[in-house]
């Protein structure tokens, strides 16, 4: 009856060992988390895609937009079908911490034989990870929860850098524009010029001024150009196409803002339900205390249990039991105890660091958007239309004979000038809201130091020539 009872326990202890693995590695639940997060579906294929597929094609048709772009991205970028297999690996170990060692089988056969050969067979099992299953089960059941946070991180954030890329090609694309205007002005002004000089009307500095602005205005339109090439095979990578005659094209201008911002609580809810990094942490906490119980047990190493059954020469059989014990004489598993402890300790301290954190985190992304949006309506309410209605009041005076043609084409020059700082104005708020959705979703640490009217304020005051009328 003993025996019955402890080969029935064993018989369990091998059948729990077959813990319940999410055939789909967990693509549902990270598609779900996702979603919610971005809108945006993504599909693990087991196979690439090709520009012939009908969604491809489908989502190309008409304007570009971020969403779209987006969209494109995730069905369509091996890099991030490389992330999501990411899965498969974390279910297979799932898998391998749900199982136990297999048993080792040992025979001996001895020579020579008289009146029988001697025998001896042996069965041994590692007691240690029997007794550890149910303790690695739950922190293999961990690590694939914290998998799957790092793989819906990952996605997550792709999709906030695939919108990134999109806004940066759509204001290189209207840059280009405005600096090919830009160009012709002072072409006019320069072709002015030279005719003015030549009937002495202007003097020798007069017209290198504008002949100087000419060929500024030529080194400026070759840089945003080239930048529009690279702004433009950034998103093609990123939106994984192979074939770049694929006709697509970008919309016209820059979406406009949403009424309202979201306010300082609400944002608070939000990430509250939303940050995968704090997620994550809470995960490698959790991770970090199972595995503190599990050192406990490293200076035993390796306990075996065994059955034999033995056949001496003289014809005597005997069966027993056994077991094999490590005396913890000079690996007392301090050293493995000591490791589990501190990556607790610091994986505790991670965890305080990011929740303590957070909030500033979203003040410091809403102040920013706030002023990216003060601005952005700024140039719209007043200096694009002021700009204009400086042109237009030159226009009555240049007719009037108040003020000469060079007067008009700065004032034009002005107003282009105007009209792109507009458009820094506008891509530096949906980065803005872009780094917002990701402070609120826990994919981003920092802010951006630098904005695009930064950088290009910079570049006009180290560039830029000095002259004009």
């Given at each position: 009856?003993?025996?019955?009872?402890?080969?029935?326990?064993?018989?369990?202890?091998f059948?729990?060992a077959?813990?319940?693995?999410?055939?789909?590695?967990?693509?549902?639940?990270?598609r779900?988390?996702?979603?919610?997060?971005?809108?945006?579906?993504v599909?693990?294929?087991g196979?690439?895609?090709?520009?012939?597929?009908?969604?491809?094609?489908?989502l190309?048709?008409?304007?570009?937009?971020?969403?779209?772009?987006?969209a494109?991205?995730m069905?369509?970028?091996p890099?991030?079908q490389?992330?999501?297999?990411?899965l498969?690996?974390a279910?297979?170990?799932?898998?391998?911490?749900?199982?136990?060692?297999?048993?080792?089988?040992?025979?001996e056969?001895?020579?020579?034989?008289?009146?029988?050969?001697?025998?001896?067979l042996r069965?041994a099992?590692?007691?240690?990870?029997?007794?550890q299953l149910?303790?690695?089960?739950a922190?293999?059941?961990?690590?694939?929860?914290?998998?799957?946070l790092?793989?819906?991180?990952?996605?997550?954030?792709?999709?906030?850098?695939?919108?990134?890329?999109?806004?940066?090609?759509?204001?290189?694309?209207?840059?280009?524009?405005?600096?090919?205007?830009?160009?012709?002005?002072?072409?006019?002004?320069?072709?002015?010029?030279?005719?003015?000089?030549?009937?002495?009307?202007?003097?020798?500095?007069?017209l290198?001024?504008?002949?100087?602005?000419?060929?500024?205005?030529?080194?400026?339109l070759?840089?945003?150009?080239?930048?529009?090439?690279?702004?433009?095979?950034?998103?093609?990578?990123?939106?994984?196409?192979?074939?770049?005659?694929?006709?697509?094209?970008?919309?016209?201008?820059?979406?406009?803002?949403?009424?309202t911002?979201q306010?300082?609580?609400?944002?608070e809810?939000?990430?509250a339900a939303?940050?995968?990094?704090?997620?994550?942490?809470?995960?490698?906490?959790e991770i970090?205390?199972?595995q503190?119980p599990?050192?406990?047990?490293?200076?035993l190493?390796?306990?075996?249990?065994d059955?034999?059954?033995?056949?001496?020469?003289?014809?005597?059989?005997?069966?027993?039991?056994?077991?094999?014990v490590?005396?913890?004489?000079?690996?007392?598993?301090?050293?493995?105890?000591?490791?589990?402890?501190?990556?607790?300790?610091?994986?505790a301290?991670?965890?305080?660091?990011?929740?303590?954190?957070?909030?500033?985190?979203?003040?410091a992304?809403?102040?920013?958007?706030?002023?990216?949006?003060?601005?952005?309506?700024?140039?719209?309410?007043v200096?694009?239309?002021?700009?204009?209605?400086?042109?237009?009041?030159?226009?009555?005076e240049?007719?009037s004979?108040?003020?000469?043609?060079?007067?008009?084409?700065?004032?034009?020059?002005?107003?282009?000038?105007a009209r792109?700082?507009?458009?820094?104005a506008?891509?530096?708020?949906?980065?803005?809201?872009n780094?917002l959705?990701?402070?609120?979703?826990?994919?981003?640490?920092?802010m951006p130091?630098?904005?695009?009217?930064?950088?290009?304020?910079?570049?006009?005051?180290?560039t830029?020539?000095?002259?004009?009328?």
């Amino acid at each position: 009856m003993k025996r019955r009872s402890f080969a029935l326990l064993v018989i369990l202890v091998f059948a729990s060992a077959c813990a319940t693995v999410p055939r789909d590695a967990g693509v549902s639940d990270v598609r779900a988390a996702v979603s919610e997060r971005t809108g945006q579906s993504v599909e693990w294929s087991g196979q690439p895609s090709t520009a012939d597929d009908p969604r491809i094609r489908a989502l190309l048709k008409g304007e570009l937009t971020g969403d779209k772009a987006v969209a494109v991205a995730m069905v369509n970028n091996p890099r991030l079908q490389a992330t999501l297999a990411e899965l498969g690996i974390a279910r297979a170990d799932l898998l391998q911490a749900s199982v136990v060692r297999n048993p080792l089988f040992e025979a001996e056969i001895r020579f020579p034989s008289d009146p029988f050969r001697p025998f001896e067979l042996r069965l041994a099992q590692t007691l240690v990870d029997l007794i550890q299953l149910p303790r690695r089960r739950a922190l293999g059941r961990a690590a694939f929860d914290a998998a799957k946070l790092g793989v819906t991180s990952e996605v997550v954030r792709f999709a906030a850098d695939v919108r990134a890329q999109h806004a940066e090609l759509l204001a290189a694309s209207q840059r280009v524009a405005m600096s090919s205007l830009n160009l012709e002005a002072a072409k006019a002004s320069a072709e002015l010029a030279q005719r003015q000089h030549d009937a002495q009307n202007i003097t020798d500095l007069d017209l290198e001024n504008e002949q100087a602005q000419y060929e500024q205005a030529k080194v400026d339109l070759a840089r945003e150009e080239q930048r529009l090439v690279v702004a433009r095979e950034t998103l093609v990578r990123a939106m994984g196409l192979r074939d770049d005659s694929i006709d697509w094209r970008l919309p016209q201008a820059f979406p406009p803002p949403p009424p309202t911002e979201q306010d300082q609580q609400q944002l608070e809810t939000l990430a509250a339900a939303r940050r995968l990094d704090i997620d994550i942490a809470r995960r490698e906490v959790e991770i970090a205390r199972q595995q503190v119980p599990m050192a406990r047990l490293a200076a035993l190493g390796d306990i075996t249990v065994d059955g034999h059954y033995q056949h001496d020469a003289s014809g005597t059989k005997t069966v027993g039991p056994g077991i094999e014990v490590p005396i913890p004489i000079f690996n007392t598993g301090a050293p493995a105890r000591s490791r589990a402890e501190a990556e607790y300790l610091r994986a505790a301290h991670m965890l305080n660091a990011l929740l303590a954190e957070s909030s500033s985190h979203l003040r410091a992304a809403r102040a920013t958007v706030a002023e990216a949006r003060a601005r952005l309506e700024y140039y719209r309410d007043v200096v694009v239309p002021r700009r204009l209605r400086i042109v237009e009041l030159t226009k009555l005076e240049q007719n009037s004979m108040l003020v000469g043609v060079f007067q008009l084409l700065q004032a034009k020059q002005n107003e282009a000038q105007a009209r792109r700082e507009f458009i820094d104005a506008q891509f530096d708020y949906w980065a803005a809201r872009n780094a917002l959705d990701r402070a609120v979703n826990g994919v981003a640490a920092e802010m951006p130091l630098t904005t695009a009217s930064d950088q290009r304020s910079s570049q006009r005051s180290t560039t830029s020539p000095e002259g004009g009328h």
